[in-house]
T-cell receptor
Framework: AQTVTQSQPEMSVQEAETVTLSCTYD???????LFWYKQPPSRQMILVIR??????QNATENRFSVNFQKAAKSFSLKISDSQLGDAAMYFC???????????????FGKGTKLTVNP | GAVVSQHPSWVICKSGTSVKIECRSL??????MFWYRQFPKQSLMLMAT?????????EQGVEKDKFLINHASLTLSTLTVTSAHPEDSSFYIC??????????FGPGTRLTVL
């Protein structure tokens, strides 16, 4: 079974600075998806970024980018120019590509609580 | 796009009663919906996966007779907590996906059982 590990229970960053959240995963599959979700105090899960394993190029979304190292099974999230609104729990998640399309379930890490200091 | 709603956002009920939570995909057809439970300061725990028109697939340890899931259409799934007890108090979150790979989440429902 696949597992996702987020080794940093909590992280803090100064506003406007850059922070990197770590995520490693274990799988024997070669084709899969990886995601970062953000859960602010409202508890609404928000998709931050997604990465397809067969794509070597790291995904980026505005201030958010990932460092995807497939051989090392590492998928870290970099947040540049941190803003107060970035404060949230961040969850890393793995999903098999599988044969069932959207029916494949997500495997979540335990999350990293990010605090942004003004 | 890809908006998922949940209703109600917060419900309080008496022990022994049943509560229904609705999950709707507003702007896409969801072939699959997922139901999660989240305890404070913890990650999401998958309870069940439901495909439209089929019986839900429950995760190990989840009582299917207590947590009834119906996915009658491509835009609506419901979770009914039957004979709720205080230990069922939690935050319940649904998500929906189409044939693509991404799950989109609802805003969650806080259930308090007195």
């Amino acid at each position: 079974a696949q597992t996702v590990t987020q080794s940093q229970p909590e992280m803090s960053v100064q506003e406007a600075e850059t922070v990197t959240l770590s995520c490693t995963y274990d799988t024997s599959e070669s084709d899969y998806y990886l995601f970062w979700y953000k859960q602010p105090p409202s508890r609404q899960m928000i998709l931050v970024i997604r990465q397809e394993a067969y794509k070597q190029q790291n995904a980026t979304e505005n201030r958010f980018s990932v460092n995807f190292q497939k051989a090392a099974k590492s998928f870290s999230l970099k947040i540049s120019d941190s803003q107060l609104g970035d404060a949230a729990m961040y969850f890393c998640a793995y999903r098999s590509r599988g044969a069932q399309g959207g029916s494949e379930k997500l495997v979540f890490g335990k999350g990293t609580k990010l605090t942004v200091n003004p | 796009g890809a908006v998922v709603s949940q209703h109600p956002s917060w419900v309080i009920c008496k022990s022994g009663t049943s509560v229904k939570i609705e999950c709707r995909s507003l702007d896409f057809q969801a072939t699959t919906m997922f139901w999660y439970r989240q305890f404070p300061k913890q990650s999401l725990m998958l309870m069940a996966t439901s495909n439209e028109g089929s019986k839900a697939t429950y995760e190990q340890g989840v009582e299917k007779d207590k947590f009834l899931i119906n996915h009658a259409s491509l835009t609506l799934s419901t979770l009914t907590v039957t004979s709720a007890h205080p230990e069922d108090s939690s935050f319940y979150i649904c998500s929906a996906s189409a044939v693509t790979d991404t799950q989109y989440f609802g805003p969650g429902t806080r259930l308090t059982v007195l």
